[in-house]
Nanobody, 123 residues
Framework: QVQLVESGGGLVQAGGSLRLSCAASGGTLSRFTLAWFRQAPGKEREFVASNSWSGGSTYSTNSVQGRFTISRDNTKNAVYLQMSSLKPEDTAVYYC????????????????WGRGTQVTVSS
């Protein structure tokens, strides 16, 4: 059973940066597609970015392109989300997720989830 634990969230001013980390235990992530989702109060959970297991290709939603970068380190069983030029609308709980198979934007297709880390961007 894979367990995911996020860290690195916090309060930051608009324009600032944060780096989220997600550490896995109970299994190796090398064969999983890894993704970050986020959920703001009163909104549905939305896809942010993913890194596929097959070739490490990445994909991110339009609203974060050019600002957020997903990366993974299979030797450390970890995935990261480097966030820069943060905006107040980026405020949400950020979740790490893993799934067998390729990239998918639907949260329901992911097999494992962390508990989330809060990111708050002040204006």
């Amino acid at each position: 059973q894979v367990q995911l634990v996020e860290s690195g969230g916090g309060l930051v001013q608009a324009g600032g940066s944060l780096r989220l980390s997600c550490a896995a235990s109970g299994g190796t992530l090398s064969r999983f597609t890894l993704a970050w989702f986020r959920q703001a109060p009163g909104k549905e959970r939305e896809f942010v970015a993913s890194n596929s297991w097959s070739g490490g290709s990445t994909y991110s939603t339009n609203s974060v392109q050019g600002r957020f970068t997903i990366s993974r380190d299979n030797t450390k069983n970890a995935v990261y989300l480097q966030m820069s030029s943060l905006k107040p609308e980026d405020t949400a709980v950020y979740y790490c997720a893993a799934r067998r198979g390729g990239t998918n934007l639907q949260a329901t297709t992911y097999d494992y989830w962390g508990r989330g880390t809060q990111v708050t961007v002040s204006s």
